[in-house]
């Protein structure tokens, strides 16, 4: 019997190993995944009585006297020789400061979205501009060290170009949001462009040089204005451009929805564009050629 979406395991690979024997009230011994945590700190443990150089029999009493949960000795061999890990192969993510990482946490943030379904936790990416969802597939890519980019499709009934890609660390990892990963974003020069340029590939617009970012989070625009000024670019204060309770109309369908939060502005002064142009740029043409040329 497996457990809910919520006590998952990470990979479809991963959910045909790990395998649990479980002790319940009648004796019976019922096959189970355990939650991931769960299975990282069993495997840990496991590691460790294995450098004591007992036996598989011994490891599985200790665990069973400590947890009450009974390890397979399969699960308990595939562990000790590196067979397998519970995080999956989908799950290698070093947490190293990095531009593409900063660029996935700057979509999140964003246009972004991450979502669970079933085993899958997923980062995904819905956006009309193919520009757009390569970038974040490479960076995706990259922090998940995959040799090749995630497959970026064209949803017909959307309309938009979509990527996906799934990992319960990294999902985890960014869902504590952008307020706690500030020293990821921080970290350098590269790092904080990175992550302009994924809020502004996503949500900036620039028309006869005035380019502006749109958000519903007061605190991240702010945020944006100080990083920007790092940069030597001025903006001016965040202003209401939509409010909440406005009515909204999806132009694929044409029907009418209540704005649910108050949408921000925040815009570049005119001048400071072409700094923009220099430091921050779009990962989307259409976009940079919109750009004014960059001051030398």
């Given at each position: 019997m497996t457990l809910g979406a919520n006590t998952t395991s990470i990979s479809r690979r991963g959910r045909l190993l790990d395998r649990i024997l479980l002790p319940v009230e009648n004796e019976a011994r019922i096959r189970k995944y355990l939650p991931f945590e769960v299975r990282v700190g069993l495997r840990s443990r496991v590691s460790e009585l294995?450098?004591?150089?007992?036996?598989?029999?011994?490891?599985?009493?200790?665990?069973?006297?400590?947890?009450?949960?009974?390890?397979?000795?399969?699960?308990?061999?595939?562990?000790?020789?590196g067979i397998?890990?519970?995080?999956?192969?989908?799950?290698?993510?070093?947490?190293?400061?990095?531009?593409?990482?900063?660029?996935?946490?700057?979509?999140?943030?964003g246009d972004g979205n991450l979502n669970v379904h079933g085993y899958n936790?997923?980062?995904?990416?819905?956006?009309?501009?193919?520009?757009?969802?390569?970038?974040?597939?490479?960076?995706?890519?990259?922090?998940?060290?995959?040799p090749n980019p995630y497959q970026v499709r064209w949803s017909e009934k959307r309309k938009r170009w979509i990527v996906q890609g799934s990992s319960i660390i990294l999902h985890r990892f960014l869902s504590g949001g952008w307020q706690r990963l500030k020293t990821y974003i921080e970290h350098c020069y590269q790092c904080r462009t990175s992550f302009l340029r994924a809020l502004f590939d996503g949500e900036g617009t620039i028309s006869r040089n005035r380019l502006s970012i749109y958000n519903t989070d007061m605190h991240l625009l702010l945020?944006?204005?100080?990083?920007?000024?790092?940069?030597?670019?001025?903006?001016?204060n965040p202003y209401v451009c939509k409010p909440a309770g406005s009515i909204l109309k999806d132009p694929r369908t044409g029907r009418l929805y209540e704005r649910?939060?108050?949408c921000y502005t925040l815009t570049l002064r005119a001048t400071d564009t072409s700094q923009f142009a220099k430091h921050i740029g779009f990962s989307i043409q259409r976009k940079n050629r919109l750009l004014p040329r960059p001051l030398p």
């Open positions: 294995a450098k004591l150089s007992i036996s598989y029999r011994q490891i599985q009493t200790d665990i069973f006297g400590s947890t009450r949960i009974r390890l397979s000795k399969g699960s308990i061999s595939e562990w000790v020789r397998h890990n519970p995080s999956g192969r989908t799950n290698k993510f070093p947490t190293d400061a990095s531009p593409e990482l900063a660029y996935v946490i700057g979509v999140i943030a936790y997923e980062m995904l990416l819905s956006v009309t501009d193919r520009d757009f969802a390569k970038e974040f597939s490479r960076c995706l890519a990259k922090i998940l060290v995959r945020y944006v204005r100080d990083l920007l000024f790092k940069c030597g670019i001025m903006t001016r649910r939060k108050t």
